[in-house]
């Protein structure tokens, strides 16, 4: 596995609330030590305080998200601004909460010998209909929000189709990172339940972003939350999920 075949960017939700661990440094000293060539963006949303010294860390940008929008999508989108501006390019961009963080390396090398242009990390199969189910209907205003996002897109359709990216966590490659942004633009997230939002419209539009295929990292959510708090996990997993529920 050469790690360093390809340009790589991590671009980091970043919310620290007193009271509850940060894994941000764990998160920055892995990647830097599976893909030393890489680089890191955080973007911080408005932390109180924050939990380490971000300046001792070479090849790291941290950002503090000034814009309306916050929570996972708000975080990504002031960071794809910044890379705009600033003609930044690599080969792919991962994107992911804090308290998701890399635990083993991944070789990117699969995805480009795939031909794959955006995936989740942990989403569902759309044909485990129980699955389907409890994402959607369950709560019905999950769907009516979608269809507020993905409609004006012209991306409502195939709901069956419809996953969840889930905890907003994916990766991009170059190619598709406009697209992404101009999809992305417009949505403003204020409160913590946009974020819940998010994940369902996030994963229409990854699928469309990778030509109408559906791909993942680390597996189905079912799949996934039982590997997470076993021994296994630390062998199987590329990322590793701390569930906080920080406000």
Known sequence: MNLNLYKICFIIAHKYVIGYDSYIKIYIENIQRFYPNSHIIVVDNKSETL???????????????????FYELGAYKYAMQYIMQNNMFFNYFVFTQDTFFLINPYDFNILNNN????????????????????VYNIKLEYMEETKKILEPLGLFNEIEKFTICWGSNFIIKWTKLIQLYNYIKDTVLTIKKHSE?????????????????????????????????TDEALGRLHFLKIHQFKP
């Open 197 to 229: 939002y998010s994940e369902r419209y996030l994963s229409k539009i990854i699928y469309e972003l990778n030509g109408k295929r559906d791909f993942n990292i680390d597996g189905t959510l079912d799949i996934y939350s039982s590997l997470m708090n």
């Open 51 to 69: 939990p380490i010294d971000f300046s001792c860390y070479n090849n790291l940008t941290l950002l503090t998200n000034n814009s309306d929008s």
């Open 115 to 134: 031909n794959i242009t955006a995936c989740s990390i942990v989403n569902i199969d759309y044909n485990n209909h129980h699955m389907h189910n409890m």
